[in-house]
């Protein structure tokens, strides 16, 4: 569980690097627009559009597992028996545990990009 969490983790840290870099580009872009031929900036806007269908493309992550129920029980039994009486003790533990995750869907991820390559392209 926590190497998936980790996983996502790294997932989302290169995601944001990737977007990072994405609006470098296009700053760059922005800044030598008076500069480039115009089958470059067509090209350019190609790639884009490619990036964000490629991100459409991609399946969402499926969706975590519902959180465990971990019941332990413990009996104990204590005799004691002397000559006239018998004692018998039984104690019973019952312990639940519950966890909880709380993730962000791949999907909202997916369409938070696809917005902001949208607003990158309408630059």
């Known amino acids: 569980m926590l190497l998936l969490l980790l996983l996502l983790l790294l997932l989302l840290l290169l995601l944001l690097l990737l977007l ?21 900036l067509l090209l350019l806007l190609l790639l884009l559009l490619l990036l964000l269908h490629v991100l459409l493309l991609v399946p969402p992550l499926p969706p975590p597992p519902p959180p465990s129920t971990t019941t332990v029980t413990t009996t104990t039994f204590t005799t004691t028996t ?14 639940t545990t519950t966890t909880t995750t ?22």
């Not at 002397?82 to 312990?95: M, V």
């Not at 962000?104 to 917005?115: D, F, H």
């Open 20 to 40: 990072l870099l994405l609006l470098l580009l296009l700053l760059l872009l922005l800044l030598l627009l008076p500069l480039l031929p115009l089958p470059l």
């Open 102 to 123: 709380t993730t962000t869907t791949s999907t909202t991820i997916r369409l938070k990009c696809i917005i902001f390559l949208t607003y990158c392209v309408l630059l």
């Open 82 to 95: 002397t000559t006239t009486t018998t004692t018998t003790t039984s104690t019973t533990s019952t312990t």
